[in-house]
């Protein structure tokens, strides 16, 4: 039979108690270093984004230019250069000049010629012409040797230089809504040309 035990029952109670506060004080403590320990992942979040944006905003400005006269200040620096919707009638000879251009982008404007100096950006691998007024390109293009990426859409070009069979990095050709008739002879000698 179960007797009842005052003193017994008012140090369980009090050990209770004590028990109930220290569980208190030490969630108080848990919950004091969680909030600590997300407010320092917040600040370590934060300061992580900003330094990615300012990695991300200098490695996209960095070599990267859509002024040409820009370009023409820095030409070492220059290995994406972006003219495309300028109204561009003429690209300066000095375009030659930068010797570090990778891509070259210089579409939807109103240029009927390119100049021969392109011959020079032997590290070219884009150059998109899209929707310009070319009627011929110079011979010389067939130098550009790391030339992968070639866009000669919507101009006005009947033909394609002999010389255009010695891009042999040469992987995509567009030459849709041109003047062309026929192609040159050349053509099946781009042994990397995998879409045209």
Request: charged share 20%; hydrophobic share 40%; proline share 4%.
């Amino acid at each position: 039979m179960f007797k009842w035990d005052k003193r017994s029952s008012f140090y369980n109670n009090q050990s209770c108690n004590q028990s109930k506060i220290k569980i208190q004080r030490n969630f108080m403590k848990f919950r004091l270093t969680l909030v600590s320990i997300q407010k320092i992942a917040m600040i370590h979040l934060l300061f992580f984004l900003c330094f990615f944006c300012k990695q991300q905003t200098e490695g996209q400005e960095k070599g990267i230019y859509v002024d040409l006269k820009k370009a023409f200040r820095n030409p070492k620096d220059v290995q994406v250069l972006n003219l495309s919707s300028q109204e561009l009638e003429i690209l300066p000879w000095e375009v030659g000049n930068l010797r570090n251009l990778q891509e070259l982008s210089l579409a939807f404007n109103k240029l009927s010629a390119i100049p021969e100096e392109i011959k020079r950006l032997q590290k070219l691998q884009s150059l998109d012409l899209y929707g310009n007024r070319l009627e011929a390109l110079p011979p010389e293009i067939g130098q550009l040797q790391n030339l992968s990426w070639l866009s000669l859409s919507k101009n006005q070009l009947a033909t394609l230089p002999a010389e255009i069979k010695l891009l042999q990095n040469l992987q995509y050709l567009n030459l849709s809504k041109d003047r062309l008739t026929i192609l040159p002879k050349g053509i099946g000698e781009l042994s990397n040309l995998k879409i045209l």
